[in-house]
Antibody, heavy 116, light 110 residues
Framework: EVQLVESGGGLVQPGGSLRLSCAAS????????MHWVRQAPGKGLVWVSR????????NYADSVKGRFTISRDNAKNTLYLQMNSLRPEDTAVYYC?????????WGQGTLVTVSS | QSALTQPASVSGSPGQSITVSCTGT?????????VAWYQQHPGKAPKIIIY???DRPSGVSNRFSGSKSGNTASLTISGLQAEDEADYYC??????????FGTGTRVTVL
């Protein structure tokens, strides 16, 4: 059974940092480009970042460029998102996703709340 | 990166057909066939229902169909059913290696 399990969310003050993890199982993680997608409470989906299968190529949304870093450890089947200089507008559920693959897999999401 | 433009809401009666539009630019929807559509019920993760403009994943009802003309992609739901009431989002690859979602459409079954 395919599973993507996000962790690391929580409450953080503005300007703070968090590192999200996404543990993958049930498929050959190292073959997949991986993405982070977020959704603020009551709002729409927003694409955040992607990383290629070996970790050597990354892309970011303008809203997080320079503050967030995506990475992966294929030996641990784990995807990461290091989030620095967090802002209240970063408050959202963060999903890891095998975007546009057939089949496509989504995790259950982890909530990040940025508030003082 | 501006979101793709979708109508905020679309409604229809059971059995009717409705269409949800998704308008972008030549740098995303108009330039690539990597357009997908997602269905999201409250409190749930999104579920992909259309890949690459027109393809349906196995297990997705053939009442869902996709198309594209120029910079606008469309999702049509035929034979509308109560279970189709949900939020729908389009997504497209963009020039430069990024992706963009639509603003989202709430589909209501009257």
């Amino acid at each position: 059974e395919v599973q993507l399990v996000e962790s690391g969310g929580g409450l953080v003050q503005p300007g703070g940092s968090l590192r999200l993890s996404c543990a993958a199982s049930g498929f050959t993680f190292s073959n997949y480009w991986m993405h982070w997608v977020r959704q603020a409470p009551g709002k729409g989906l927003v694409w955040v970042s992607r990383i290629n299968s070996d970790g050597g190529n990354t892309n970011y949304a303008d809203s997080v460029k320079g503050r967030f870093t995506i990475s992966r450890d294929n030996a641990k089947n784990t995807l990461y998102l290091q989030m620095n200089s967090l802002r209240p507008e970063d408050t959202a559920v963060y999903y890891c996703v095998t975007l546009h693959y057939r089949p496509e897999y989504w995790g259950q999401g982890t909530l990040v709340t940025v508030s003082s | 990166q501006s979101a793709l433009t979708q109508p905020a809401s679309v409604s229809g009666s059971p059995g009717q057909s409705i269409t949800v539009s998704c308008t972008g630019t030549s740098s995303d929807v108009g330039g690539y066939d990597h357009v997908a559509w997602y269905q999201q019920h409250p409190g749930k993760a999104p579920k992909i229902i259309i890949y690459d403009v027109i393809d349906r994943p196995s297990g997705v009802s053939n009442r869902f169909s996709g198309s594209k003309s120029g910079n606008t992609a469309s999702l049509t739901i035929s034979g509308l059913q109560a279970e189709d009431e949900a939020d729908y989002y389009c997504n497209s690859y963009k020039t430069g290696g990024t992706y963009v979602f639509g603003t989202g459409t709430r589909v209501t079954v009257l």
